[in-house]
């Protein structure tokens, strides 16, 4: 289960990084007028929307083996969970599973466009949603002790 867990850890620094190079190369394009590229733009968004979902399924079978996650629930109840506990095995899951949903909405809408600008919005908006909601469950207490 260590594995797991320093798996889960050290992913999201990269699932992190890769989704903050795809939001900001959407932001560019969008706002830079650019042609989204099947090199460059495609790839990037791609990858960030591929490293996310595996983030996500590392995560579920933390959450179905960790004392953290499920277990707590179960042992605790809802009621019995203090704040730290609630955020790891409530909130973080729940949030980063709406997240992303919310990156995958916004990955199958963009191609449905033909315009660049618009592809680079749709991108824009949903992936960076999704970035935020990442970014408020992430257990920083953790991370940095």
Known sequence: MEIIKNLHSYLAYIVLAVLIIAVVNAIMGWLGKKDFTLQ???RISLFALILS???LLVGLILYFV????LKAIQA???GGLNAPARLLAL???FTNIIALALIT???SRHKKFMESDKKFKTIT???GLGLLLILSRIPWGQWFS
Do not use: R, T, V
């Not at 960790?66 to 996650?69: D, E, H, I, K, L």
């Open 76 to 78: 605790l109840g809802m």
């Open 105 to 107: 909405i916004g990955w």
């Open 66 to 69: 960790s004392a953290n996650g």
């Open 40 to 42: 460059k733009d495609l």
């Open 53 to 55: 979902h595996i983030q």
């Open 91 to 93: 909130e973080h899951p």
């Open 125 to 127: 908006i949903f992936y």
